[in-house]
């Protein structure tokens, strides 16, 4: 299943072409782009430690290891997002053929929101001297909830520069039918507008700050959700302008932070009420769970590329892998939903696990040349192909695992000799023990 989506997402011959019409000051001669990724793929799915053990496996690489990285800390973020915005494209009709339920019916919900990659090693020579943590960039990541897909990626080498203003690049493909979703973070009089401009509709949460309001119109009850009850307000933040909608959500529960009430803004049309704007919203939190896949199941920070490109290029490349990884979750659900209880949902992390145990095995036993082709197949034949061999699979070992409620662990500050202290855990179950009554 992992070939046929691989063939599918990210053929050899199509990587090329992207970086033919996309290297910018690059060029292939000995060394093509689609080994790197190839290499950068083995390492965000966990099949290789790191780059380098890839490239040490790999029979016939014809550069040496230098060059290899030579040519990963050299990747444009231009040519990083036309592979996932390319490869999205490329798997969104299987991910249709696989059948899916719109959140909101008649629209494409895009959430939008940034990442920061952490503090890597400190291999290169201006990093050595350093105390600070060497932070290599970060990307904002525009993501599908209804096809599970990253449909888009601006990756940043400054670690340090807004996102407010490179999110901007992101809505030139905003158009009619699209429905943005955005934390506070995002509530920009020009990112707003630009949705506005682009026909787009907009779900953002109210920023403390700005944009600010210059008229309000008068409040009206909305009806309550699961979560809490709501009303909404036309808002105009400049004179002319087509008014906007306020929603406001009083809590049942505060948030974490301790908020009981949230407000919405959004162009929405009246005939999309108040408690379906509040509870579309709460969608937005799919992406938080996305970028903890990313960093749990898969590879996508990788320490040893210190180089703010390099280090860019394996989130890419990670991302491709998560999309892969959805497909494969999506054809495992449709397969054995029919038997099933109501609700039951296929694993990454154990998809990933499977992946893991079983590639090597199987290159082994057969290698890539005799395995069927798959990549000239159209969509629904791909989708029917994936149906087939998602139904061999069993789904008790790639069930997701329902955990219970979190236990509050409170954390107050501390001094920081008390923090850098550190205790026996064999003494303390001792001294626990010996306590008992």
Known sequence: MVRLALERAMPAAWIDDVFEANRQRQYPRELLFSTVVELLSLVSLGLRPSLHAAARQMDNLPVTVTALYDKVSRTKPPLLRALVRGSAERLAPVVAGLGSAPC??????????????????????????????????????????????VVDLQACEDAYESERTGVLPLLDGAGPGQLWIADRHFCTR??????????????????????????????????????????????????????????????????ESGESVLWLWSNLPATIDARQIADLYRRRWRIEG??????????????????????????????????????????????????????????????????????????VALPVEHWPAGGDDSASTLAQRLLELARHIKPGQVATSKRGPKVDKPKAWVDAATARAHVSTDRLIKASKSKRP
């Open 190 to 255: 020009a990112i707003l507008q630009r949705c506005q401009d682009a026909q787009a509709g907009f779900i953002v949460r109210q920023h403390g700050k700005h944009p600010p309001i210059v008229r309000e119109g008068t409040w009206q009850d909305g009806g309550r959700t699961a979560t809490g009850r709501t009303r909404e307000q036309a808002i105009e933040v400049d004179e002319g302008l087509q008014p906007w909608r306020r929603i406001e959500l009083q809590l049942d529960t505060p948030t």
């Open 290 to 363: 996305m970028f903890q896949r990313l960093e749990s199941v898969l590879q996508s920070e990788i320490r040893s590329l210190g180089h703010p490109r390099a280090a860019l290029l394996g989130f890419a490349v990670a991302v491709l892998a998560h999309n892969l990884l959805a497909v494969l979750k999506r054809s495992v659900e449709q397969a054995h939903r029919e038997r099933l209880t109501e609700g039951w949902e296929a694993s990454p992390y154990h998809l990933a696990v499977q992946v893991r145990s079983r590639y090597e095995g199987m290159l």
């Open 104 to 149: 909101l019916p008649g629209w494409q919900l895009r959430i939008v929101d940034g990442n920061h990659l952490p503090a890597t090693e400190k291999r290169l020579k201006p990093l050595r001297g350093q105390r600070a943590a060497a932070l290599p960039g970060h990307s904002r990541v525009v993501y599908d909830p209804d096809l599970d897909q």
